[in-house]
């Protein structure tokens, strides 16, 4: 019963706006390490964003910093990936992955994942 969902994905101009959800069901975040990894055709699975939830600290990569933020709503036990000024360079499957013992941005590291939501850019 343990399972991620992303939404918010689609397509958008250069320089445009998304926000991505994760809602979890069957945890909570309490206790985990949550982070959003993109993959592109052709390319590795790379890290977006993280936030640990047992002190609220959040990494980004460099690629994005500025641009996108990461938020937590505890109620709801979702996480939020708010990404502006989308660049070409941005479209990828965006996935959410949570584990109690997740790293940063080290992909093996995290047991849960969810389907990823598809995020293109597009002039």
């Known amino acids: 019963q343990v399972q991620l969902v992303e939404s918010g994905g689609g397509l958008v101009q250069p320089g445009g706006s998304l926000r991505l959800s994760c809602a979890a069901s069957?945890?909570?975040?309490?206790?985990?390490?949550i982070a959003w990894f993109r993959q592109a055709p052709g390319k590795e699975r790379e890290g977006v964003s993280c936030i640990f939830s047992h002190d609220g600290s959040i990494y980004y990569a460099d690629s994005v910093k500025g641009r996108f933020t990461i938020s937590r709503d505890n109620a709801k036990n979702a996480v939020y990936l708010q990404m502006n000024r989308l660049k070409p360079e941005d479209p990828a499957v965006y996935s959410c992955?949570?584990?109690?013992?997740?790293?940063?941005?080290?992909?093996?590291?995290?047991?849960?994942w969810g389907q990823g939501t598809q995020v293109t850019v597009s002039s």
């Open positions: 992955a949570a584990d109690p013992r997740g790293l940063g941005f080290v992909v093996s590291t995290y047991t849960y």
């Open positions: 069957g945890f909570t975040w309490d206790g985990y390490a």
